[in-house]
């Protein structure tokens, strides 16, 4: 289904965002804003900030942002379109699927419908394991042997499925309904003559795990045989509603849990969650019988901004922890941290806090193992670095590790590490692994020098050049006019900037920033200051002349319902660069003071551009003064014009 992007940003501009993110976060007023802790990293001080104006949140600890439908996306676990419906419910709004044909409206309707259903269907299971658990000794038995108190029971909403083949008929009487093979809690065998498989249950004589998704709803379960059998642990399989490689068991009743310890404790069982949870540690999740993914990462990543694996201390373990690796690495900046626990091979977690207290566990948790030591010993893993070849081999399983880091001082740290380890200096291991760069072309060899203020006067005058080469050389004039205009139309050719520097903003990307930061200057704006943006050339001209239609047909909206409607047009970049602020967050809508400043800001920008465009307007009469009588009369009313803008630019400079 595609939703229309005018409905988007007709319903971020009717949103709340502060109402939306405050049934998550507690928020308190803070000047025009409203702070919070942030809901997707652990932090002790508010650096969340919610913009009534702009209608979008960020956090200054994190970067994170967005608008509404955003949030509902991160934090709620929706997806776009789910996120989408359920906004626009709120504000009882219909979204719209007139561009969709009708086998795509049924075809969508009829997936939210089985994703719902199938949702209904485990919760219903759900519900009946918990029933069975209440009546059976053994299963109630084992979870004592194991420490689990009827508390964390409730809280994990354990149950137990009885050890008959088709148990769930009695609580659903369709028992061939396919739902109830699609949801994974019935098994229907090959066919017999008469066409028919034979259906029996998935899960029988286990305790019963429910697996919720973020928003607590059941999409699976994971079962535990009383036992010693095998398989020990049976997980559902794949359906429309769970997926293994992004799921963590645990995830919904733990994420307050991450914020009051501070890191997230990612295990490798259910029994170890529910132990740990029961013993002090409420904080852990595990995976479910897959190994750790870079999705488990990311998703954790949205909660908290520390991770610790848990692993037995085993082969297995170690290779489990290197797979954990591999997921981790791109996740691995600056700010977040990552760590490796490798318990004795004998214990998991529950056993070794059994025997030797919370206390021991919390201290192996607080030494365990960083990232970037963990990653160097899996690089050196088999090397002899007493060899040259040794050395090589390791520089060889080390490169691909460190190139799977984000950019900042951890990778650059582990760069002069890696370089010491394998005999070479960190330059010439960065030129070893890093791609050759093209070489920049010389400047001319006739070229002048240029002071670092020449650039701001070649910034003006390039942008002039570009206006006045569309037009014809003057027929006839006075020879101190054409050694005006000669020597004004052809500038010195462009150099590189000094010292490496970026050429200064262009006034074209000044006003865009000012205007998508306070809409409402543009239709202060007289009918003149409209033309000559649309007509600006380039991207420019044509993100005004959009900007305009947008003002005429939806009138004044924040940066984030713009935002939606720049979604796939050429100038979608220009917009989102000239708009994102040096931490990276959105610069968004000017407000109270600052609002002023702007306005003031960019009526002086547009009167200088305006001077720009009255030049050019100058040289075409200039052009036209031996063909057109009136030339030179247009020329003069032209001067007069400049000249009010210079006095309303520089007024200390009025003799009046």
């Not at 200054?60 to 509902?72: E, R």
């Not at 229907?188 to 259906?199: I, L, M, S, T, W």
């Not at 000094?498 to 990307?509: A, F, M, N």
């Amino acid at each position: 289904m595609t939703i229309p992007a005018s409905f988007i940003q007709e319903l971020i501009a009717r949103a709340d965002v502060v109402e939306i993110v405050g049934r998550y976060v507690q928020l308190k007023k803070a000047g025009a804003n409203f702070m919070g802790l942030c809901p997707f990293h652990g932090e002790k001080s508010p650096s969340f900030s919610v913009s009534p104006t702009k209608q979008f949140y960020h956090c200054f600890g994190c970067g994170v942002h967005g608008n509404a439908i955003g949030f509902l996306m991160e934090h709620a676990g929706m997806g776009f379109v789910e996120a989408v419906h359920d906004l626009a419910g709120q504000y009882g709004m219909q979204v719209p699927e007139d561009d969709a044909s009708p086998e795509e409206r049924a075809r969508a309707a009829g997936q939210r419908q089985k994703q719902a259903t199938l949702s209904e269907v485990l919760e219903k299971a759900g519900e009946a394991y918990r029933k069975h658990l209440r009546q059976s000794q053994g299963a109630i038995g084992y979870l004592k042997r194991r420490g689990v108190s009827g508390e964390i029971a409730r809280q994990f909403g354990i149950g137990y499925a009885p050890a008959g083949w088709r148990a769930l008929a009695s609580v659903f009487p369709d028992y061939d309904d396919p739902l109830l093979a699609e949801s994974g809690l019935v098994i229907v065998g090959e066919a017999d003559d008469n066409g028919d498989g034979k259906r029996y249950d998935r899960f029988r004589d286990r305790v019963m795990f429910p697996i919720r998704n973020v928003k607590g709803e059941c999409i699976g379960f994971g079962g535990r045989v009383l036992g010693d059998e095998k398989p020990k642990y049976l997980n559902s399989p794949e359906t429309p509603v769970f997926s293994k490689g992004r799921e963590l068991y645990g995830l919904y009743e733990a994420r307050a849990a991450f914020r009051d310890r501070g890191y997230a404790l990612v295990t490798e069982g259910y029994m170890d969650v529910v132990a740990l949870a029961q013993l002090g540690f409420p904080n852990a999740v595990a995976t479910l019988g897959t190994a750790c993914t870079p999705e488990h990462v990311q998703k954790l990543f949205r909660f908290t901004e520390s991770v610790v694996f848990s692993f037995d201390g085993d082969a297995a373990g170690r290779r489990a922890a290197r797979k954990a690796l591999d997921g981790a690495l791109p996740y691995a900046t600056d700010v977040r941290s990552i760590k490796f626990l490798f318990l004795p091979s004998e214990h998991d977690p529950d056993s070794f806090i059994r025997e030797f207290g919370a206390d021991a566990f919390a201290r192996f948790v607080n030494e365990a193992t960083p990232l970037s030591r963990f990653m160097i010993e899996a690089a050196r893993d088999g090397c002899d670095l007493g060899a040259a070849e040794g050395r090589a081999h390791m520089a060889s399983n080390a490169r691909p590790l460190w190139s799977a880091l984000p950019e900042g001082a951890l990778k650059r740290q582990l760069l002069s590490e890696i370089a010491t380890l394998v005999q070479l200096s960190s330059q010439e291991l960065g030129e070893l692994w890093a791609p050759a760069a093209p070489r920049a072309p010389a400047p001319p060899p006739s070229a002048p020098s240029r002071s670092e203020s020449d650039w701001n006067d070649w910034n003006d005058r390039s942008e002039r050049v570009e206006w006045v080469d569309e037009f014809p050389r003057p027929s006839s004039s006075s020879s101190s006019e054409k050694r005006r205009f000669k020597s004004w139309r052809k500038p010195s050719p462009p150099l590189p900037p000094p010292g490496g520097r970026k050429l200064p903003t262009s006034r074209p990307d000044v006003a865009v920033r000012l205007i998508l930061s306070n809409m409402a200057e543009w239709e202060r704006l007289s009918h003149e200051l409209h033309a000559l943006l649309c007509d600006l050339p380039g991207e420019h001209g044509q993100f005004f002349a959009w900007l305009d239609s947008q003002s005429h047909e939806h009138g004044v909206q924040p940066w984030a319902a713009l935002r939606e409607g720049l979604r796939g047009m050429p100038f979608e970049a220009l917009a989102l660069r000239v708009m994102t602020g040096p931490d990276g967050g959105p610069i968004g809508d000017a407000e109270g003071d600052q609002a002023a400043d702007s306005a003031r800001e960019l009526r002086n920008l547009l009167d200088y551009m305006l001077d720009d465009l009255l030049k050019v307007q100058q040289s075409e009469a200039i052009a036209a003064v031996g063909s057109d009588p009136r030339a030179l009369e247009r020329y003069k009313a032209l001067e007069a014009r400049r000249l009010e803008l210079r006095n309303r630019l520089n007024p200390s400079s009025n003799p009046a």
